[in-house]
């Protein structure tokens, strides 16, 4: 296929579905589809480099997740230590801005202390920024954001009149990234799962039964194909081409 390289989207979301079901398929425990959907993020964000997307938000871990059985969130609280331990080097060679949007009160400060380095040591780099959305939810983003402007009115740093919808982005998780273009989900699903509720507002939903560890260049492709024959009237009309 032929992708137009002057529409490509600036900032593609994915929800990462699909790693459970994909270990299941391949008649493995679920870690190895964790596993092997950890690996696959370095292989997106190389492709949504190379295409030219500007910022790659993925939905790694939301904040219902710590439903699920205490040795699968145990393996996902430690697994990404161990991953960016081995490949912190070539992470902060990579030219990613790595960025981390969701709760910090809950997650174990191992976790925590690999989340501060990634983002200190890749602040300066200039290439795609890479938002991990971990322990994410939208619902919390948005009422810690109206949290935040509640204090600042009590304390008579900015009136109720300046409450707009700049300020509530200003007050986001995902304050200083493009707009949002494009939600991927894999796996067959089709619904939002509390992801970037607000951001999502004029961007094109895209799903696809492919499960996140298979989900790789050329499925990246396809969806911003399909991504570039939608007729994006953002409220307005406009001419199907």
């Not at 993020?41 to 904040?63: D, H, M, P, R």
């Not at 067959?188 to 895209?206: K, T």
Request: hydrophobic letters at 35%.
């Amino acid at each position: 296929m032929d992708l137009d390289m002057n529409n490509i989207p600036q900032h593609v979301a994915i929800i990462l579905d699909g790693n459970g079901r994909w270990a299941k398929e391949h008649g493995k425990p679920r870690f190895i589809g964790h596993r092997e959907g950890a690996k696959n993020i370095a292989t997106v964000a190389k492709a949504a480099s190379e295409l030219g997307i500007k910022a790659l938000s993925i939905y790694c871990f939301s904040t219902e997740n710590w439903k699920r059985p205490e040795a699968e969130v145990n393996y996902l609280m430690t697994m990404p230590v161990r991953y960016y331990k081995k490949y912190r080097q070539k992470i902060i060679d990579s030219g990613y801005q790595i960025r981390f949007s969701g709760r910090r009160n809950v997650v174990p400060k191992s976790l925590l202390n690999v989340m501060d380095d990634a983002m200190l040591s890749t602040k300066d780099n200039k290439g795609l920024i890479l938002n991990i959305c971990f322990d994410y939810g939208s619902y919390e983003e948005i009422t810690t954001a109206f949290k935040k402007i509640a204090t600042d009115i009590k304390n008579n740093i900015i009136d109720i009149s300046d409450i707009t919808p700049e300020l509530i982005e200003s007050n986001l998780y995902t304050k200083g990234l493009p707009k949002l273009d494009l939600l991927i989900r894999t796996s067959g699903e089709q619904r939002i799962s509390n992801f970037l509720l607000w951001q999502l507002a004029y961007a094109e939903l895209y799903f696809t039964d492919t499960s996140w560890p298979d989900f790789h260049k050329e499925e990246l492709e396809k969806a911003i194909y399909d991504f570039q024959h939608r007729n994006r009237r953002f409220g307005g009309l406009k001419e199907a081409k």
